[in-house]
């Protein structure tokens, strides 16, 4: 069976210390370019990929005939025009979250995707994890009675206004960097789309948002967040049905932040914890996009799933500045 073969746009921290070494370590997969113009950057790919070419363009890499999916970390602002470009040069494409800056941005990228008939996708790696498709399990069945509440939360602290997703002019903000995750999170377990957001307040520092609390109708429930680069650490979610209450402690940032946990309550104080240690995440997320883009199966975030995260999010900024 053919492996894919697997280049990156950049030598962000972030490939570095998760994604490089995840494509390196799935099956079915081969990384095997880089593009970068600082030694010392690819210095700590080559560590653990001796064997990798190293190209000092991106353009390099989407013309390497031995490169078949490219992995996008760039900042916020460049997702699109070089997603756009590893299409066209014929490479599927797994981009950083968030891949558009607008829901409507995402009909090039869909439009791009069917006539290069390649598969592309946001790199949203939860929906991999076998803790979500526990949790989207119990919901549909029941386990937690009919839904009629969610909360959730996701914060960290980060002040170094060098940092991109403290500017504005690279797409930074809460919202874009982690509000993929309370919002695309409720929306794969449920399966149900937003239908109102009639409050937000929104936080800005320099024109990025650095808190951010809302509430959104969905056709079942409700729902509540808050999302914050200002805040100390803490990521939840919370199911609340009418027979119990299904709590994950550690949804975002799993083996990181803290191990990957469900705690499920019901009737008679039944309080019951699955946990699912050793589990990489971006490894599967990895593997699942290698077998679809070599089969042309299903994959868990296509397009269109992100798309809809993207529109809640702007229907959060749309609501904030309504009520300012």
Not at 77 to 82: F, G
Not at 90 to 118: N, W
Not at 219 to 225: E, G, Q, T, V
Request: hydrophobic fraction near 45%; charge should be negative.
């Amino acid at each position: 069976m053919t492996h894919l073969r697997w280049g990156i746009l950049g030598a962000s921290n972030f490939a570095a210390e998760q994604m490089a070494p995840a494509i390196h370590a799935a099956k079915g997969a081969d990384l095997v370019a880089l593009g970068t113009s600082d030694p010392q950057k690819a210095a700590r790919f080559t560590a653990f990929a001796p064997g990798l070419t190293l190209h000092d363009t991106y353009d390099a890499v989407l013309a390497d005939p031995d490169v078949d999916a490219i992995y996008i970390p760039l900042p916020n602002h460049l997702h699109v025009e070089w997603s756009l470009k590893a299409l066209e040069a014929g490479k599927h494409v797994l981009c950083e979250k968030p891949m558009t800056m607008r829901a409507d941005e995402f009909d090039q990228l869909i439009a791009a995707r069917d006539k290069s008939g390649k598969l592309a996708a946001e790199a949203f790696m939860i929906v991999h994890h076998p803790q979500f498709l526990r949790a989207k399990e119990l919901v549909s069945s029941g386990s937690i009675g009919t839904l009629r509440h969610v909360d959730a939360v996701f914060s960290y602290c980060n002040t170094d206004t060098g940092n991109i997703r403290n500017q504005a002019q690279a797409g930074g903000g809460g919202l874009p960097d982690i509000g993929v995750y309370t919002f695309g999170s409720t929306r794969f377990v449920t399966g149900q789309e937003p239908d109102a957001v009639p409050f937000a307040r929104i936080d800005f520092e320099n024109d990025v948002d650095v808190f951010v609390q809302m509430a959104a109708g969905f056709p079942d429930f409700s729902y509540a967040a808050v999302i914050s680069m200002r805040m100390f650490n803490r990521q939840e979610v919370v199911f609340h049905g009418d027979r119990g209450v299904l709590r994950m402690t550690c949804p975002f940032n799993a083996a990181v932040y803290d191990q990957a946990e469900l705690s499920l309550e019901t009737a008679g104080q039944t309080r019951r914890v699955e946990r699912f240690p050793g589990v990489n995440h971006y490894v599967l997320q990895v593997e699942a996009f290698t077998e679809a883009a070599r089969t042309g199966g299903k994959y868990a975030c296509p397009l269109e799933f992100s798309k809809g995260t993207q529109r809640m999010i702007d229907m959060t900024f749309a609501a904030a500045k309504k009520g300012a």
